[in-house]
């Protein structure tokens, strides 16, 4: 499971997460939508350590953390619990699929080449792309170069997925098998955060959602709440436009 306690960030005098407090049971799907600027990669790369928070609790499986008194260590363990999957893909240009499947494997996990290349090879099955696991990431679709991505965030075996945007990228025809994929990662009982656009899948895919307007929580609730019932004017604007 993931908690956040009164979690906040800012860059310069720009708050970009004020005080959000938000909890992910194990296996449960929470979606968080927003206008651009919102915050909502600043909420994930802040889960991943990728930027740190500037205040907050955060529990990640059975370890909690106030980020005032994190030391390094503690900060890589508990990035260890995480994988992000990302818009742009982020793959090593010059490394396979293999090998950018494996990179986390050898480096974060510490597992030798013989332990890692079989894992590897089942999170590039389990997706779809065992039969490129050879291919540089240039030589493949991006669509392939997402399952690729995916594949290795699977591999670690995370306490928690957080997808920033995973179909933003695409062209629309490679849109639904990403989502199909997704949806069959929720459906193993993942943990996930997930950011998108894509407002029917997150109808369907999500425990709960989350509006975030200007770094605040503006409403949150079940997906028929949020998508066919929202209360806030906010939230209905922004709803309305993807109709
Ligand atoms: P979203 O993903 O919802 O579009 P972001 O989390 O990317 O929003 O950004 C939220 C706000 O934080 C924006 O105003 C953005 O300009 C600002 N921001 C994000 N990252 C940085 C950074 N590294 N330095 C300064 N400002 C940033
Ligand atoms: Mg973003």
Not at 35 to 50: E, P, Q
Not at 104 to 109: D, Q
Request: no cysteine; glycine share 6%; hydrophobic share 40%.
């Amino acid at each position: 499971m993931l908690k956040l306690e009164n979690w906040s960030k800012s860059f310069n005098q720009n708050t970009v997460l004020n005080n959000i407090n938000l909890e992910v049971p194990t296996g449960n799907v929470l979606s968080i939508i927003g206008s651009s600027g919102s915050g909502k990669s600043t909420l994930l790369r802040t889960v991943n350590f990728l930027e740190p928070a500037d205040q907050g609790i955060i529990q990640i499986g059975t370890t909690t953390k106030d980020v005032a008194e994190i030391n390094q260590q503690e900060i890589l363990a508990l990035r260890r619990q995480t994988a992000m999957v990302f818009q742009n893909y982020a793959l090593f240009s010059k490394k396979t699929a293999l090998e950018n499947v494996m990179e986390n494997l050898l480096m974060v996990k510490r597992m030798t080449l013989s332990e890692a290349k079989p894992i590897a090879e089942h999170y590039l099955e389990i997706v779809g792309m065992k039969d490129r696991m050879n291919y540089y990431p240039n030589k493949l679709s991006g669509g392939q170069q997402q399952r690729v991505g995916i594949a290795r965030a699977l591999a670690i075996e995370p306490e928690v997925i957080l997808f920033d945007e995973p179909t933003s990228a695409l062209d629309p025809e490679l849109v639904g098998g990403i989502l199909d994929l997704i949806m069959k990662v929720a459906h193993e009982k993942t943990t996930m955060l997930l950011v998108t656009h894509e407002m029917n899948f997150a109808k369907q895919v999500s425990d709960h959602v989350i509006f975030l307007d200007k770094g605040n929580i503006a409403e949150e609730g079940t997906p028929t709440q949020i998508f066919d019932h929202p209360q806030n004017e906010r939230t209905r604007q922004f709803i309305r436009g993807f109709d």
